[in-house]
């Protein structure tokens, strides 16, 4: 309401400003806990659906099917693993020979230069 030329005042906000910003909280128009539930059965529903039109065999040869399927995934990973702990070996071993060959052409080089330096203090 406007006396005068002014905005009457309540509070820290005049009643004009209230008015207009609708301050007070509103419902949001859109509900996502009902709309996130209603997704999840949905989505649910849709994959027992397709999961029982697809499935070619009862549950019993399914699982025997998946049982076989992961056994031999774990033998493949053990056969990989050691193939891996082999190479890692094998790579190991020569970073030891290229260790010790690159010392000891580090340590004649520091022997030649102090014999350099014993040749030319004696001189």
Not at 101 to 106: G, W
């Given at each position: 309401m406007i006396e005068n030329g002014r905005s009457r005042?309540?509070?820290l906000?005049?009643?004009?400003?209230?008015?207009?910003?609708?301050?007070?909280?509103?419902?949001?128009?859109?509900?996502?806990?009902?709309?996130l539930g209603t997704g999840l059965f949905f989505g649910i529903l849709l994959g027992v659906a397709i999961g029982c039109l697809i499935a070619p065999a009862s549950g019993?040869?399914?699982?025997s099917r998946v049982r076989r399927r992961v056994d031999d995934i774990k033998g493949n990973l053990r056969e990989t693993a050691s193939e891996l702990e082999s190479t890692g070996q094998d790579l190991l071993d020569e970073a030891e020979k290229q260790v010790?060959?690159?010392?000891?052409?580090?340590?004649?080089?520091?022997?030649?230069?102090?014999?350099?330096?014993?040749?030319?203090?004696?001189?």
């Open positions: 005042e309540m509070g906000f005049n009643l004009e400003d209230l008015r207009r910003r609708q301050f007070l909280a509103r419902r949001p128009s859109v509900r996502w806990g009902r709309l019993r040869v399914t699982r010790r060959t690159v010392k000891k052409v580090v340590s004649k080089r520091f022997q030649k230069s102090d014999n350099e330096e014993d040749v030319k203090g004696t001189d």
